[in-house]
């Protein structure tokens, strides 16, 4: 299954995308409600769990506005408000499901489970991502442009995977720290900097228009052509 997280409290939403991880899932995290709507409203996921008091969007509002907009991904809500009027207001804003805290991860796990089941189990996991002529095989952990192969660090393999997954997307350098290094960390930092640098050189060596443009002030972009 492919898991969206919306979790504001940072060891909560690491803790929850480790266990979803280690159970084979594909999860990712989103520490508020405004990036939390903007990764769901992609469709891309099979289940969003979302935390019910987030900072900038609550929960209830982001799931109100995404089912506004037709989408219907299934919604788990996690809250520390238990009592029944507080189901029933997030069943009644969309959500699917309604977990109150503290949990049992492993009666979480059967309820996303359960979620996915009834949409009609999860979407195959593509495992072949394709840019102009850069082409990045998760299965082989291989990476070929204009049919030869480069050789990438896990962690650059990693950077460009993410990339790839949101090809003509700007990519933010919080959600290259949260997804590609599970920091939670000052987005100032130059470690990103360090690694875009280095795969630009192997990625764009004798392009005449590269694939991996700097957005200024937003982030990064993997796409073919000029921007």
């Given at each position: 299954m492919r898991i969206l997280?919306?979790?504001d409290?940072?060891?909560?939403g690491?803790?929850l ?6 159970q084979?899932?594909?999860a ?6 405004l990036s ?11 289940v969003?769990v979302?935390?019910?008091m987030?900072?900038k969007l609550?929960?209830?509002s982001l799931?109100?506005g995404?089912r506004e907009?037709k989408i219907d991904?299934?919604a788990l809500?996690?809250?520390a408000?238990?009592?029944v ?9 969309g959500?699917?499901?309604?977990v109150?805290?503290?949990?049992a991860?492993s009666?979480l ?6 979620l ?7 979407k195959?996991?593509e495992?072949?991502y394709?840019?102009g002529?850069?082409?990045?095989d998760?299965?082989a952990?291989k990476?070929v ?6 050789v ?7 950077l460009?995977e ?10 933010t ?7 590609v290094?599970?920091?939670?960390f000052?987005p100032?930092?130059?470690?990103i900097?360090?690694?875009i640098s280095r795969?630009r050189?192997k990625?764009?060596?004798g392009r005449?228009?590269p694939?991996l ?5 937003a982030g ?6 000029a921007?």
């Amino acid at each position: 299954m492919r898991i969206l997280v919306v979790e504001d409290d940072s060891e909560a939403g690491a803790y929850l995308v480790k266990a979803f991880r280690e159970q084979g899932h594909v999860a990712d995290h989103a520490a508020d409600g405004l990036s939390g709507y903007a990764a769901a409203a992609e469709g891309h996921y099979d289940v969003l769990v979302i935390d019910r008091m987030l900072p900038k969007l609550d929960g209830l509002s982001l799931i109100s506005g995404l089912r506004e907009q037709k989408i219907d991904t299934p919604a788990l809500i996690l809250s520390a408000l238990g009592q029944v009027d507080d189901r029933v207001r997030g069943l009644r804003a969309g959500g699917d499901d309604y977990v109150s805290k503290p949990y049992a991860f492993s009666e979480l796990l059967a309820r996303v489970e359960a979620l996915a089941r009834r949409r009609g189990g999860p979407k195959p996991e593509e495992t072949v991502y394709r840019v102009g002529d850069l082409e990045l095989d998760r299965l082989a952990h291989k990476v070929v442009s204009a049919g030869q192969e480069i050789v990438l660090q896990p962690r650059e393999f990693r950077l460009l995977e993410y990339l790839m997954k949101h090809a003509g997307q700007v990519v933010t350098r919080t959600m290259l720290l949260e997804n590609v290094w599970d920091y939670h960390f000052d987005p100032q930092t130059n470690v990103i900097d360090v690694h875009i640098s280095r795969l630009r050189a192997k990625i764009d060596k004798g392009r005449e228009t590269p694939l991996l443009h700097t957005i200024r002030g937003a982030g990064y972009m993997i796409r073919e052509g000029a921007r």
